[in-house]
């Protein structure tokens, strides 16, 4: 069993920038895929980013393709969410996810693997 928290969420003017991060704890992440989610209200919970478990192989959402960044330092079972550029409407909870799999065109993560979830609100 893994825990994740998040961290680094808050308020910020469009066009900011925040650093999300996800610390886990319980066992080791370093052969987990990693990723982070983001749900508006009134949304569905979508994917923003995923990182393979070494780190070599990263993926993004077309929305934040070019201004998002996912990292994760294994030595420190921590994953990272470098978000630039941010729009008014990526305003979301933004959770942290474990253990990624790709199955039939989408990403799927055990119902344990969740977050609580960090708040970005981007002003206007």
């Known amino acids: 069993q893994v825990q994740l928290v998040e961290s680094g969420g808050g308020l910020v003017q469009a066009g900011g920038s925040l650093r999300l991060s996800c610390a886990a704890s319980?066992?080791?992440?370093?052969?987990?895929?990693m990723g982070w989610f983001r749900q508006a209200p009134g949304k569905e919970r979508e994917f923003v980013s995923a990182i393979t478990w070494r780190g070599a192989i990263t993926y993004y959402a077309d929305s934040v393709k070019g201004r998002f960044t996912i990292s994760r330092d294994n030595a420190k079972n921590t994953v990272y969410l470098q978000m630039n550029s941010l729009k008014p409407e990526e305003t979301a909870a933004y959770y942290c996810a474990a253990d990624l799999r790709w199955h039939t065109a989408a990403w799927t993560v055990p119902s344990d693997y969740w977050g609580q979830g960090t708040q970005v609100t981007v002003s206007s």
């Open positions: 319980g066992r080791t992440i370093n052969t987990y895929d």
